[in-house]
């Protein structure tokens, strides 16, 4: 199927040269290009249009940001962190590229590169888009809460998702759209914590030109972008006070102010919000409107954390393994029952997020056709504590991770700590305790 030509690529490169020729190439795909300069330009554009890209091709060095700060951003504050980003470099070694997998890459090209590559690698990300990504899960809760969102949302009732980051919110949230009335209208995301205080409510409710310095153009906001379909704040507990009551007042009457607009304009849209604060409490302390908090919680769901969805793991694990070896053009079958018990053993602060950037950083690394423990690349200070019946195959897994690590760089431990992304104090802890003084 041919692609959507409303599908844009967002491609930052400082060597012009480089930028017309990945424009070129990937307008012949049929896709649409926005072009930057560096990754502080191409920061400003993600943050003012985040939801019309489908992915960010990104060179590596650049002045003013270079990629990796593009991408690191792009993992914490763009459109919920699941915006494929391809990388490409014309300085690639092994090491590089399993620190650029480590930062949530979703692929990572070295130049030079064909244009069959490049058309394999656009494509299969670009069909990986937010928008089509599933929500997957085994675990009984969140069952009940899918089934439940299935329920109410044909109507247009407002929902405030509540959970940690990297639990599935916008997910979440997206399925409730798309079982929704108004599935066939804008599904459109904004990240109130990724937006300066500033900017947020031009970015929220449009303005005139010439409203302010730099208003070069008339320019809609969230709202009207969003008219008859459904609008997600995310991470509504860090909007400002002041926005606050504009939003409320936007919630209760259904109608915006562009800033310097002469007229409101009537507006048609579901508001979904989600948080991983407790808005009650932020009430209480004066850092969240009351009014505006029962005006959003008229239904509240608690999305758990990974750590309490144990069947999740294996489920998420068999969908990511499968979706990453299909872009990296390997066969992986499955995961080793070691590297499934290390994974169950993990804490997973950063919930689904940080378990996406694990397994696709084993696919990249795996040499056969089963993942296991040495291509999970865990922070081993991310581990539970594990059952005293357990305790030592986890202890046995971490070790046996560190040792082959710093095999592979001949013992270099501040290479083995970039690699495995803790601190070389860590390494040399670990050592330690096992009584190690590892010499390669």
């Known amino acids: 199927m041919d692609p ?49 890209f489908s992915m960010v091709v990104t060179d590596v060095n650049m002045p003013r940001m270079d990629g990796v700060a593009l991408l690191k951003e792009v993992r914490r504050n763009i459109g919920g962190g699941t915006l494929p980003v ?29 244009f069959d590559t490049l058309k394999k690698a656009v494509e299969s990300m670009v069909s990986l888009n937010r928008p089509g990504e599933e929500l997957i899960t085994a675990n009984p809760k969140m069952r009940e809460i899918v089934e439940l969102a299935g329920k109410l949302a044909p109507g247009g009732i407002t929902v405030l998702i509540y959970g940690e980051s990297g639990t599935g919110k916008e997910l979440l949230a997206r399925h409730i759209h798309k079982s929704s009335r108004r599935a066939d209208k804008p599904f459109v995301a904004i990240n109130c914590a990724a937006i300066p205080e500033n900017l947020l409510e031009s970015e929220l409710f449009g303005h005139e030109k010439g409203a302010f310095t730099g208003a070069a153009e008339k320019k809609k906001g969230k709202f009207e972008l969003a008219n008859g379909g459904t609008l997600l704040l995310d991470e509504i507990g ?20 562009r800033i310097g607009g002469k007229e409101p304009i009537s507006v048609d849209v579901r508001v979904i919000a989600t948080t991983n604060r407790d808005l009650q409490k932020e009430c209480e302390e004066g850092r969240f ?14 999305v758990p954390p990974l750590r309490e969805r144990p069947e999740d793991i294996s489920a998420l694990s068999n969908h990511l393994i499968e979706r990453y070896s299909s872009i990296a053009g390997k066969r992986i079958t ?8 290390m994974l169950r053993g993990g804490r997973w602060r950063g919930n689904i997020r940080e378990f996406q950037n694990v397994i696709q950083r084993a696919v990249f690394l795996c040499a056969g056709d089963v993942i296991d423990t040495c291509d999970l690349m865990m922070e081993t200070d991310s581990l539970a504590p594990a059952p005293k019946e357990n305790g030592g195959k986890i202890k046995d897994m971490e070790k046996d991770l560190i040792f082959q690590t710093l095999r592979g760089v001949n013992g270099n431990k501040t290479q083995a700590a970039r690699i495995l992304g803790v601190s070389v104090r860590t390494i040399r802890n670990k050592l330690r305790e096992y009584g190690e003084n590892f010499s390669g």
């Open 86 to 114: 391809l990388v490409i470099t014309g300085f690639g070694t092994v090491e590089n590229a399993v620190e650029m997998m480590k930062e949530g890459a979703t692929d990572y090209l070295m130049k030079p590169f064909s």
């Open 334 to 341: 499955g995961i080793t029952g070691a590297a499934m018990e």
């Open 4 to 52: 959507s030509p409303k599908k844009t690529i967002l491609v930052v490169d400082d060597d012009p040269q480089m930028r017309l020729a990945l424009q070129e190439t990937i307008q012949r795909l049929g896709y649409r290009v926005v072009l930057s300069e560096n990754g502080q330009e191409a920061l400003l554009r993600l943050r003012q249009q985040d939801s019309s």
């Open 238 to 257: 860090e909007m400002p006070l002041l926005l606050q009551a504009k939003l409320l007042r936007v919630l209760q009457e259904r109608e915006i102010d």
């Open 289 to 302: 409107r009351e009014d505006l908090y029962y005006r959003l919680n008229v239904f509240p769901v608690k």
